[in-house]
């Protein structure tokens, strides 16, 4: 791209991002701060976030990380400074309010909730119990007989099924010297149930609570790749932080406060990116971009000082898919070819519809039913079947039969309930009414389908959202849904997937046999469980840098690609936009953004609106009831498209990496075509319109567009996306338009 087209399409882009200046910032007429002057306003930041997590066992993270990530702050006046994205209805107003309000804070008159008990730790040496949360909090064995000595059990309140209960693999009691007392002790509850889970939970996969503080493998090479990608591209006209949910001391730092820092080093245009697979409220608005703001407006900053453009998920990306095809060949090696071969896809799972919000003392106001992952998640595995297919099913070429499908479902071949589509965190009883046909399904549940309902004899359950072995996939998924577990042996040596045999002998009964050999007896289903992605982090963290690199593009500043952009327009959510070059080589290139096939939802759900079935004593079965997605039959189904304001281009790319071509593929018969900002997502699609050459084509029936994939290096078919329309020919005007849900370098070749 020349100097004064660069500088044409920054000027442009860096007014169009003044549309989301409103998601930055603070609220409440915070003064602004000016900040250091210089290069900063030049530059953009990039703010790489996440968890964070330690490797080993850490009791300052997991208590920052629990005040963070489940209680954070209460609001101490209706129009509270920077509390602008606090939910609920003062007095009962939080940061999170994921909890009930008077078990997250100590509340006049429901003091005994926040505090009703206390958890000891038995001091073998002298009868004592020692607080686990105060050393210094010291009872007697008389003191403790008195108060009332109970096991420790989950409450039900932020723990997961099967919490605190012995080690299946071999009965150990891992809390068997921890009691809970039935007597306030001065601290919360669930501090103390936390601790209580923190260490059930590193005893579980043997961590040594002495170890050195380290980040887990997958961050570390996140960090790296990224870096990496981030210096080649960019140089140093982008300036690149890590900062987590909550700091390792010594090892990393919080995001907000990082955030701070870097405006107060005077940079006002901030990328913050989140590495989640599923796009979804809670991880992208309330730990990731709330908190930032927060941080911001309470330093002095406001929304006109500081612009934020936030990268939301990985999933859906053509690279993103790619890898997880490579990820599943190992697991498919193993099994006979031509056998078929169910596929449970399996995401993390957010409470569906979640509690009631309303103002009052024991209100959740953690806005569940307006959550947007529901639809993200089921989307992401829409997108990934053709992958999977292509490169797996007889019907392709493949040496397996597929099958994602489970019977007595509503709905087309491509709707939820018709598919083996498993929430892994939450027990069934959070998500959704049981009598309602369109809840979502736990894997055990999905589990049953498959092996009791359908008959089928090979079983992957495939991991999707979670881009590294942790607690919550080696223990927490297992427990809840009861799948066994890998040794503490194995955990040591990374090692997270599992096999076994299963059988049902009636509905919810059923045997595991969890050494089973080579192969599982007569009668018997064969079920693996696969490794999140730390053997493939390079493929995902490529996918990763594709996603900021679009929104650093949303600044106007673009990778050293040797990109040539030729035409602009601004797209909003509520309106969408076009796009369109109507002059020079590219001709008839064309992007139709639709507007929000469906304004203000799911915003405007309201837990009082949820769908109750007949059987329910309140029931609400009318049309406007709040039911879960379920199907997409049409661009009316979806609940949005572009999933903000920002400014669209058309382009060329001529290189794929630093002095490395962007190939075209032998059979082209058009340019290869960059649309942008690179790997921008939409739910309800967006149609792209490519020209051909009229001469390179003697039928034009058979040509068919493809999309440019960073991680093989080659182009994948563009896949026709549910409820979308079939490719559009038009020979009259020499045009092929398609549907999409991310943009990047398109092709037209000639089958």
Not at 368 to 384: D, G, M, P, T
Not at 650 to 661: C, F, V, Y
Not at 720 to 728: F, H, N, S
Request: proline share 7%; hydrophobic share 35%; net charge negative.
């Amino acid at each position: 791209m020349t100097m004064n087209r660069i500088g044409k399409l920054a000027s442009i882009l860096a007014v169009t991002s003044g549309l989301v200046a409103a998601q930055t910032g603070c609220s409440n007429g915070q003064q602004g701060q000016a900040g250091a002057a210089g290069a900063g306003q030049e530059k953009v930041a990039l703010l790489v976030t996440g968890w964070g997590t330690p490797e080993t066992a850490m009791v300052d993270y997991a208590e920052s990380i629990r005040q963070r990530a489940i209680i954070g702050e209460r609001a101490t006046s209706p129009d509270q400074p920077c509390s602008g994205d606090f939910v609920g209805t003062f007095p009962f107003r939080s940061e999170k309010g994921l909890l009930p309000y008077v078990v997250a804070f100590k509340t006049k008159g429901f003091e005994q909730v926040w505090d009703g008990s206390g958890i000891y730790r038995r001091n073998p040496q002298d009868g004592t119990y020692v607080s686990i949360v105060d050393p210094d909090l010291i009872m007697t064995a008389d003191q403790a007989e008195a108060a009332g000595i109970a096991r420790v059990k989950s409450n039900g309140i932020g723990m997961n099924a099967g919490a605190f209960g012995p080690d299946p693999r071999n009965g150990a009691d891992y809390l068997a010297d921890i009691v809970r007392t039935g007597q306030p002790n001065g601290l919360h509850d669930v501090r103390e149930m936390a601790m209580a889970r923190f260490i059930w939970m590193n005893r579980m996969m043997g961590l040594d609570p002495n170890a050195p503080p380290r980040h887990d493998r997958a961050t570390l090479d996140i960090e790296a790749g990224i870096s990496q990608y981030i210096h080649s591209y960019y140089g140093d006209r982008v300036a690149l932080r890590f900062g987590y949910y909550a700091a390792i001391p010594g090892i990393s730092e919080r995001h907000d406060e990082t955030a701070v820092a870097l405006a107060q080093a005077g940079y006002r245009r901030l990328v913050l990116a989140r590495e989640t697979t599923d796009h979804n409220n809670y991880a992208n608005n309330f730990m990731d971009l709330y908190p930032v703001k927060k941080a911001l407006c309470q330093a002095g900053f406001t929304e006109q000082d500081v612009m934020i453009e936030p990268v939301r998920q990985v999933g859906r990306t053509p690279e993103y898919n790619a890898m997880i095809v490579d990820f599943l060949r190992p697991y498919l090696a193993g099994i006979e070819t031509g056998r078929e071969v169910s596929i449970v896809y399996t995401t993390w799972g957010l409470p569906w519809p979640g509690r009631d919000p309303a103002p009052a003392p024991f209100s959740s106001p953690q806005p569940s039913i307006k959550e947007v992952y529901n639809e993200n998640a089921f989307l992401n595995f829409l997108s990934l079947k053709p992958y999977l297919l292509q490169a797996f099913d007889k019907q392709y070429g493949g040496e397996y039969r597929l099958n994602f499908a489970k019977s007595g479902g509503t709905g087309g071949d491509h709707s939820r309930t018709n598919s083996l589509f498993a929430y892994g965190k939450s027990p069934s009883s959070q998500l959704g009414h049981p009598d309602d046909p369109l809840r979502y399904t736990t894997i055990r549940e999905n589990l049953e389908q498959a092996i009791r309902l359908d008959g089928r004899k090979e079983i992957i359950v495939l991991l999707s959202h979670w881009y590294n072995n942790s607690s919550q996939t080696a223990i927490e998924i297992r427990m809840v849904n009861d799948l066994p577990l890998n040794s503490i042996e194995e955990m040591h040596s990374e090692i997270y997937s599992r096999s076994w045999c299963e059988r049902y002998t009636g509905p919810g009964e059923y045997q595991q046999i969890t050494d089973p050999g080579v192969e599982c007896p007569a009668g018997y289903s064969r079920v693996q469980i696969t490794e999140a992605f730390n053997d493939v982090m390079d493929d995902f963290t490529l996918g990763y840098a594709n996603r900021i690199r679009g929104g650093i593009e949303r600044f106007g500043v673009f990778p050293d690609l040797d990109i040539d952009v030729v035409a602009t327009a601004a797209v909003k959510k509520t309106d969408g936009g076009v796009v369109e070059v109507n002059e020079g080589p590219l001709r008839g290139a064309r992007l139709v953004v639709p507007a929000d096939p469906r304004p203000g939802e799911p915003e405007s759900y309201q837990w009082a609106n949820r769908f109750r079935p007949e059987s329910d004593n309140d029931p609400n079965t009318g049309p406007d009831a709040v039911r879960a997605i379920n199907t997409y039959t049409g661009y009316s189904d979806y609940l949005d498209g572009a999933k903000d304001d920002f400014m669209a281009y058309i382009g060329t790319q001529a290189l794929a990496g630093t002095d490395k071509p962007l190939p075209l593929p032998a059979k082209a018969v058009s340019k290869v075509i960059l649309f942008g900002p690179y790997r921008t997502l939409f739910n309800a699609p967006a149609r792209v319109s490519l020209p051909y050459d009229p001469g390179l084509v003697a039928n034009p029936a058979e040509i068919r567009p493809y999309i440019y994939n960073e991680l093989t290096q080659r182009y994948d078919p563009v896949y026709r996306i549910a409820g979308g329309e079939p490719v559009r020919i038009d020979p009259a005007a020499a045009t092929v338009s398609f549907d999409v849900q991310v943009l990047g370098n398109f092709v037209l070749i000639a089958e």
